[in-house]
Every structure is written in structure tokens, then in C-alpha cells.
């Protein structure tokens, strides 16, 4: 089945600068990566998607990068922020279920 | 709001004992799937049901199991309770069945097993 590694697990960055995190896929079939956003004592919620015939996604402050070819794809967030404190999963889905990466805990320090 | 209602928020229970997690998709989403998030596993899926049939299944125990009901709830029936059981219990509800389909999370049971 499908495997997804998420790195860093844990990530500080100073408010104003951008954060990164990185996933990677095992099967080549996977056409659907979301990224979702879980703050403390809350269900993960959607915050950009990509698909596969998409190399590049952006929402305001939020980009995600997909490379088909390696495999991987990132999350982008400029210009951080302390609301953007929480989990961030990646996940990547073929048909009919999402495989999540491990989860990154973000903390933009003020 | 996610538009995805689970109860109850919390429960607390022994082991060997059962208990039913409940799920109320959003309003037209024909799709639910159960997820377990444990500290140590991450989000895992466990199971999945298109308008009341199951359509695809994870890594879910033999002592649970799932059901969708005709008004499109559905219900995770979790027994003979073991202390690595307790874990947040997220449901999750998209329009199709397909996993190109956006999910939406509800808020998640909280599962503690003494």
C-alpha cells in the first residue's frame, strides 16, 4: 500500500518567516495530495490540495509543489504567522483513502 | 465548522467493555470513513462507507466494525475494549466515493480505556 513520510516532525520559525515541509509517496499511482491543518482539540482541517497533473498550487500565504517524478511534495508558508501554530499533515490518495504523513508541529514564535 | 458532527466528545469507559462512536456526515455527503489518531500512529484510516455500504476498509481490528445507517449516520462499534485502543476517533465525509474528493473532519471522540 501507500506510504507517506512527512519530515520535519517539529518545526520553529520566527513570525514573518516561511516554513516548509516536505513529504514524500511511495506509489507512483497516487493522483490527490492534501494538506490539513489540526490546532489543539480540533479535527484536521483541508487547507490546500493538489492534484496530479498540477505542479504547483497557491492560496494567499499557502503553496504546495508536487514532483510526480520524485515523488514528493511540499507545503509552502510565507510571511508566518502565530495562528498558524499547529499540526500540519500531508496525505496522498489513489481512489478511496487518504494515507497521512506522521504530522509536523509548527510553532511560529512572536 | 466542518459541518461533520461526532458524538459523544469524550468517553471514558473500562476494558472489555463496548461502545458506539457516532457520526452525522454534512448535509449531502453520500461518503464516511473512521479514522484512529494515536500519538504514537498518526492518523490511520480504518474504514470506509458510500451511501450504506462499505467500500473500502484500512486497518481496522476485528473487534470493530461500522455501519451506515439509510439517513447516512454512521456509527463505529468499537468492543472488548483494550487500554491501546484509546485514541481520538475522527470521522471524516466527502461527496463521492472516490479519494479525489475533499474530506471534512469533525471535531473527533476522545476514547480513554482505564
Known amino acids: 500500500g501507500e506510504n507517506v513520510e512527512q519530515h520535519p516532525s517539529t518545526l520553529s520559525v520566527q513570525e514573518g518567516d516561511s516554513a516548509v515541509i516536505k513529504c514524500t509517496y511511495s506509489?507512483?499511482?497516487?493522483?490527490?495530495f492534501p494538506w490539513y491543518k489540526q490546532e489543539l482539540g480540533k479535527g484536521p482541517q483541508l487547507i490546500i490540495d493538489?492534484?496530479?497533473?498540477?505542479g504547483e498550487k497557491k492560496d494567499q500565504r499557502i503553496a504546495v509543489t508536487l514532483n510526480k517524478t520524485a515523488k514528493h511534495f511540499s507545503l509552502h508558508i510565507t510571511e508566518t504567522q502565530p495562528e498558524d501554530s499547529a499540526v500540519y499533515f500531508c496525505?496522498?490518495?489513489?481512489?478511496?483513502?487518504?494515507?497521512f504523513g506522521s504530522g509536523t508541529q509548527l510553532t511560529v514564535l512572536p | 465548522d466542518s459541518g461533520v458532527t461526532q458524538t459523544p466528545k469524550h468517553l471514558i469507559t473500562a476494558t472489555g467493555q463496548r461502545v458506539t462512536l457516532r457520526c452525522s456526515p454534512r448535509?449531502?455527503?453520500?461518503?464516511v470513513y473512521w479514522y484512529q489518531q494515536s500519538l504514537d500512529q498518526g492518523l490511520q484510516f480504518l474504514i470506509q462507507?458510500?451511501?450504506?455500504?462499505?467500500?473500502a476498509k484500512g486497518n481496522i481490528l476485528e473487534r470493530f466494525s461500522a455501519q451506515q445507517f439509510p439517513d447516512l449516520h454512521s456509527e463505529l462499534n468499537l468492543s472488548s475494549l483494550e487500554l491501546g485502543d484509546s485514541a481520538l476517533y475522527f470521522c471524516?465525509?466527502?461527496?463521492?466515493?472516490?479519494?479525489?474528493?475533499?474530506?471534512?473532519f469533525g471535531a473527533g471522540t476522545r476514547l480513554s480505556v482505564l
Open positions: 496525505a496522498a490518495s489513489i481512489s478511496r483513502q487518504l494515507t
Open positions: 506509489d507512483s499511482a497516487s493522483n490527490y
Open positions: 448535509s449531502g455527503d453520500l461518503s
Open positions: 493538489i492534484r496530479s497533473n498540477v
Open positions: 471524516a465525509s466527502s461527496a463521492s466515493g472516490t479519494g479525489k474528493n475533499i474530506q471534512y
Open positions: 462507507y458510500y451511501n450504506g455500504e462499505e467500500r
